[in-house]
């Protein structure tokens, strides 16, 4: 087995880039927030002639999102407190890409990290936008087989319980909406053809 992804990307990951034309004219353009989470606030002219001010986080930020199955069927999941929601929330492994970081690399590290992972195949599904109302970061989600698990390392700052379940009780959370993070009900989704397809689910 590996923690080396292989180097095949999703088809739809290459068009997650900005579009050709832009009908939207930036007018002026200020840093709003700096650091980790930049976010920018534009003054621009609309189509219509129309003047507004916009903010958001632009284009850059970058993360993954992997849904763990074992040789067993098992899903491994994560509960996860969130400190904006003030809550704990199931989720899947998911982790930003770091600078310069390739973006398989960083799926296979996630996978250690969060709940001490190694798989033996990968299979990449549809990346997405999360809020594209508001942001420019790109979500890359995978499918991880035949993960093994050991030991674990998490930050100081995360509070991350790992909990094994049958695939099936997965998607029976994910059907009843008990998965409320919206990126990991993405790529549980996203994942059920390839599993049907292998008879794991």
Do not use: C, N
Not at 108 to 131: C, I, N, S, T
Not at 141 to 167: C, Y
């Amino acid at each position: 087995m590996s923690d080396r992804p292989p180097v095949d990307e999703h088809p739809s990951w290459a068009a997650l880039v900005p579009g050709g034309a832009q009908p939207w004219k930036t007018l002026s353009s200020r840093v709003l927030v700096e650091g980790f989470r930049v976010v920018l606030e534009d003054r621009v002219q609309t189509p219509s002639g129309a003047e507004v001010v916009y903010q958001y986080r632009p284009r850059g930020p970058r993360a993954m999102f992997v849904l763990p199955v074992t040789p067993g069927g098992e899903a491994v999941l994560i509960r996860q407190y969130r400190y904006p929601l003030q809550a704990t929330v199931w989720e899947v492994v998911a982790g930003g890409v770091e600078r310069g970081e390739d973006l398989l690399t960083a799926a296979a590290r996630e996978l250690a990290e969060e709940v001490g992972g190694v798989a033996a195949e990968w299979l990449p599904l549809p990346g997405f936008y999360p809020q594209p109302s508001i942001s420019g970061v790109i979500f890359y989600p995978l499918l991880a087989l035949g993960v093994t698990l050991g030991d674990t390392a998490h930050e100081d700052s995360e509070v991350i319980e790992r909990v094994t379940v049958p695939l099936a009780e997965a998607y029976r959370m994910l059907e009843a909406g008990e998965i409320q993070d919206g990126a990991s009900s993405l790529t549980l989704w996203h994942a059920r053809r390839h599993l049907e397809e292998r008879g794991l689910l």
